[in-house]
């Protein structure tokens, strides 16, 4: 399954962006769909992950302020990121966890930076 992120840039502290990840299989049978970020020099980084029928979970650095979501027949999860911080500048990553069909893969990410 290839993934395609979209939806980084620049963003003001305090503000909102939207993260989309296409793939180009269906993944509604893939059990987990996730987010990272990385940032030079560091490991990369668990966001959020979602599970087919929506049950989600978060790092605490993003808790209360980014959502995962899924939409399953338009092969796409989203991170709504609200009231973002420097420390959220990253490059953010896609990850699907594969099924029987597919091997677990990667997106080529996007970067988000966050800054007055």
């Known amino acids: 399954v290839q993934l395609m992120e979209s939806g980084g840039g620049f963003v003001r502290p305090g503000g909102s962006l939207r993260l989309s990840c296409l793939a180009d299989q269906h993944i509604a049978d893939i059990d987990i769909m996730a987010w990272y970020r990385q940032t030079p020099g560091k490991e990369r980084e668990l966001v959020a992950t979602?599970?087919?029928?929506?049950?989600?979970k978060y790092s605490k650095s993003v808790e209360n302020r980014f959502t995962i979501s899924r939409d399953n027949p338009r092969r796409t999860i989203y991170l709504q990121m609200n009231d973002v911080k420097p420390e959220d500048t990253a490059t953010y990553f896609c990850?699907?966890?594969?099924?029987?069909?597919?091997?677990?893969?990667w997106g080529q990410g996007t970067q988000v930076t966050v800054s007055a």
């Open positions: 979602i599970q087919p029928l929506g049950t989600t």
């Open positions: 990850f699907q966890g594969g099924n029987h069909l597919y091997n677990p893969s």
